[in-house]
């Protein structure tokens, strides 16, 4: 709920806070800031997954939403874009609490069940989201745009508490490993990558990632030059705070969409394969995104991006889902960890690919093509996505995998 008070409407606070006009400066500054965090956080993931698989994942949950807290409070004060943007780099490095959350709650669940446990962590997750973009619009109507990273930051530093103290981890009764955390870090590693389903599945999502956050960053610029709903305008008392709530029900169907919809998905991923579910969502995006193509007016945006929300939450539990299926469970919090990082690579290049779309070397943003940009790649994601599953899905051959580097393997 703090993280989604203050990143829908991250492009409003660099343009009023910087005085960047709106345009493809403003495009740029934000893909750059919105995406630091999770680009930083994509390339330590991993790390931290590993140090999780060897202490635990709580200490590593706790540790990520402190650091959140820590970093988000001192936002405020940054004097420039640029001091912003390193802010959101350090807090990246150091957070990172879906990958341990995610394997701390699917801990003691046997593998048939988990696309079932994880959406229920998602529909937890989407409260947050829900509850996040309208507490971030009245907090700026009342007390401004700037107190929004203090409401993050306390309600962060209660995440961590409450995980401190009433979280628990069943703990791994084997004897420490002898081999050094670099060594284990890089043995787990090249395992997990040799295998080519779950190589190959880490390259489709991260595809998947770049088409469907592309536009996230940018959607509050996108409403500002549609204009507000006019149900919401009649109902708020300034055209600025009638932008701010439009954006947050822009934000909240996705989260309406994780309650309805994420159990649904994880149901259907333990009966017929998360995979193939996967392929088939991606698909569907892209449908949806060349539509959007074509919108005219908030409200043909709205009833879109509601559709859209409806596939977008099964994205993340669905690929969650197909990595638990596929990795050891001494590697499973590293593995989660890189599928986060490849949905964190989605979320920081993406807006980045976007802003380098929609800036047609005019004061106009071209978002119709960063749509159709969005709808190629997430076609490309899920046609892959099928061909795997139906490649992975042939009887496994009878020799034993040799050891790294043999050709053979």
Not at 81 to 107: D, E, F, T
Not at 225 to 253: I, K, M
């Amino acid at each position: 709920m703090g993280l989604m008070a203050f990143l829908p409407v991250l492009a409003l606070y660099v343009h009023e806070r910087f005085g960047i006009e709106q345009g493809p400066d403003l495009a740029y500054w934000t893909g750059l800031v919105y995406g630091a965090a999770p680009l930083s956080a994509a390339i330590a993931g991993p790390f931290w997954g590993a140090l999780g698989d060897r202490i635990g994942k709580k200490p590593m949950a706790v540790r990520a939403n402190l650091a959140i807290a820590l970093t988000t409070a001192a936002m405020p004060f940054a004097p420039s874009p640029m001091v912003l943007l390193l802010m959101r780099v350090v807090q990246g490095v150091l957070a990172g609490y879906v990958a341990p959350a995610i394997a701390l709650v699917s801990q003691d669940t046997p593998r048939e069940r988990h696309g079932s446990v994880i959406a229920q962590l998602q529909v937890a997750m989407a409260a947050g989201s829900f509850l996040g973009p309208y507490l971030g619009a009245e907090i700026t109507h009342w007390f401004g745009r700037s107190a929004l990273f203090w409401v993050a930051s306390c309600l962060s530093g209660l995440a961590a508490l409450q995980l401190h103290w009433r979280a628990h981890e069943r703990l791994p009764t084997s004897a420490p490993a002898t081999s050094s955390f670099v060594d284990g870090f890089v043995r787990a590693s090249w395992r997990l990558l040799r295998e080519p389903a779950v190589g190959w599945l880490l390259v489709l999502l991260l595809v998947l990632r770049l088409g469907q956050n592309m536009l996230e960053p940018l959607l509050a610029l996108l409403v500002k030059d549609l204009g507000p709903a006019p149900w919401v305008a009649a109902l708020t008392s300034s055209p600025a705070l009638a932008l701010d709530r439009t954006v947050a029900v822009a934000f909240a169907v996705l989260a309406v969409a994780q309650w309805v919809c994420t159990p649904w998905w994880g149901r259907q991923a333990d009966r017929h394969g998360p995979l193939r579910c996967l392929g088939l969502l991606a698909l569907g995006l892209a449908a949806l995104f060349l539509t959007m193509a074509f919108v005219t007016t908030i409200g043909q945006f709205l009833l879109l991006r509601a559709a859209v929300a409806c596939l977008m939450a099964g994205s993340m539990t669905l690929a969650y889902a197909a990595a638990s299926k596929r990795v050891p469970d001494e590697h499973r919090t590293l593995a989660f960890a890189m599928v986060q990082s490849c949905i964190q690579f989605g979320l920081a290049l993406g807006p980045l690919l976007a802003a380098a779309v929609v800036a047609d070397g005019g004061e106009r943003l071209a978002f119709d093509r960063a749509f159709v940009a969005a709808a190629c790649l997430c076609a490309v994601a899920g046609l892959g996505m099928l061909v795997l599953r139906a490649l992975t899905n042939r009887p496994p051959a009878t020799v034993a995998p040799g050891p790294p580097g043999d050709i053979a393997s």
